[in-house]
Each structure stands twice: as C-alpha cells, then as structure tokens.
C-alpha cells in the first residue's frame, strides 16, 4: 500500500488562527529529537518560552513516561510541545496540566470528527482501547513544556506501536494544520481556567474520564503496586484508587485498565 499524501504544516495558517490566544511564538522544524527537550534546552540557555509552541514534523526520539520511545512516520503526527506560564498557580495544582491537555484534545477530536475520545489518567488520550494521543509534562520552574503526540495520519501498517491509532484508522483525513490550531486555541481556553481556578475544569475532565469507574493496576514509583477500582480524581489531580475498602491516593504511576469481573 503507498504511503498516503503527507503535506506539511502551513506556519503563517496556524500563526494566524492562534493570534489571539496566549501562545506568542510558533516554529515548526522538519526534524528533531524531542520537542520537549529542545524547550527545556532554551529555558535553560536563558530564553523566557512561556507561551513558546515548537512542532516538529518528525520527532525522532519522542518520549513517553519513563522515557519510553514514541516515533511515527514524518507528517504523520502533530508532535508539539508548549510552555506553559505556571506564575501564581500553587504547585499543587500544577499536576492538572497534563490532564487539561487531554481533555482539550479529547474535546477537539470528539467535536471536529465525532470520534468518542476519552482520558486515560493521567496522560492518554483513548478511543475505545486505541491510544490516539499521549502526553507528557516536564517542569522548568517558572514554566511547564507540555509535550503532545496526536495521532493523525499513519496506516495500520505504520503502526509506532501495537496500542496506537490514528484519525487515519478511525476514517478521517484531518488537515494537521487546522487540527493543530484547534487545540491550541482550545488548550489556551482551558488553560486560562486552570489559572482562574475553575472548578468546572474538574467535573469535565471527571466526565471525560475512561479511567474513574474502572478496574485498574497502578503500578507507583519503585515498583510497588495497587489494584483495585479507580473511584476519582481529588482536586489537585490526582487519582483515588479503592484497594479493597480503603482509597488510596495516586499523585504518578503507571495505571492499565482492567477488564471487569
């Protein structure tokens, strides 16, 4: 089967449709290693990349939780990272970056192509038991780079991993640049609830959840493990686990959903 026709990001039509949120500078590279790590990198050589949007048409060394390697064909995805302002906003509520994100771009995705996308706590993006999109947020004090992998327009064939799936799978050939503008513009939106401590941000993300509800297996940092039924998320973000009558409280972890009994 031919690779299907790529076309690249069209810079001055995402610039444009994005003047008027918060992101004030957008660059699109053709390669790179990881979005994320090239925002840390100018943070730390002393540039301010709060409101900074870097994209990538190929991102060679994309990474996941724990370091995890993510690639997909060139063009094929949005890999975009942003650095997100977090002055004023106490540092225990900054753990709702990562699931604000998946609840814009689940809301994109759901209203732009009627696809049913949910939110994996803390960081996934699902339909059904498809990974479309994965998130990963890493702090550079004042500023937060907020990495996003969405998933566009790879084959079956091109799978980066057995769990993905793309728009392309689902039916839908989405124009990146537009896809790309529409997140951004709704991030902008739900990040400024964030800021303004909305608490409807959290009951939307509690109905965007595929996870609250769920059987899962958490496995936490050094190794140890919870099982039991996923009843919540607290107001800082955080997933309340029911380990056989008692609730435990998740802050970071690995969760893998369940199948019911």
Same mark, same amino acid.
């Given at each position: ?5 790529? @076309? ?5 039509? $995402? ?19 990881? &979005? ?23 991102? &060679? ?37 990562? $699931? ?61 991993? @057995?769990?993905?799936?793309? $728009? ?41 959840? &595929? ?44 969760? &893998? ?5």
């Amino acid at each position: 089967m031919p690779a299907p026709d790529r @076309p690249e990001l069209n810079i001055d039509r $995402l610039r444009a449709a994005i003047s008027d949120t918060e992101w004030r500078r957008v660059d699109v590279v053709e390669e790179t290693g990881s &979005t994320n790590a090239d925002l840390i990198a100018r943070a730390a050589a002393g540039e301010d990349i709060a409101g900074a949007v870097l994209l990538a048409e190929h991102q &060679t060394a994309g990474r996941g939780r724990h370091g995890r390697s993510w690639s997909a064909p060139p063009r094929s995805q949005i890999s975009m990272s942003v650095g997100v302002n977090a002055t004023g906003v106490p540092a225990e509520r900054w753990g709702w970056l990562p $699931l604000l994100t998946g609840l814009a771009v689940a809301q994109v995705v759901r209203e732009n192509y009627g696809v049913d996308a949910g939110v994996k706590w803390p960081n996934d993006i699902l339909v059904g038991a498809g990974k479309v999109a994965g998130i990963l947020a890493e702090v550079s004090a004042p500023v937060i780079v907020v990495g996003l992998g969405l998933n566009v327009g790879f084959t079956a064939d091109e799978l980066p991993d @057995p769990n993905a799936v793309s $728009l392309m799978m689902l039916g839908h050939d989405a124009d990146r640049t537009a896809l790309a503008a529409t997140v951004l513009q709704e991030l902008s939106r739900q990040l400024h609830r964030w800021r303004a401590g909305d608490p409807g941000l959290a009951a939307d993300y509690r109905n965007a959840s &595929t996870t609250i509800g769920a059987p899962v297996r958490a496995v936490l940092p050094g190794d140890s493990e919870i099982v039991g039924v996923a009843t919540g998320i607290d107001d800082a973000g955080q997933l309340l686990i029911d380990d056989d009558g008692t609730t435990v409280t998740v802050s970071a972890g690995d969760i &893998t959903h369940l199948r019911h009994a």
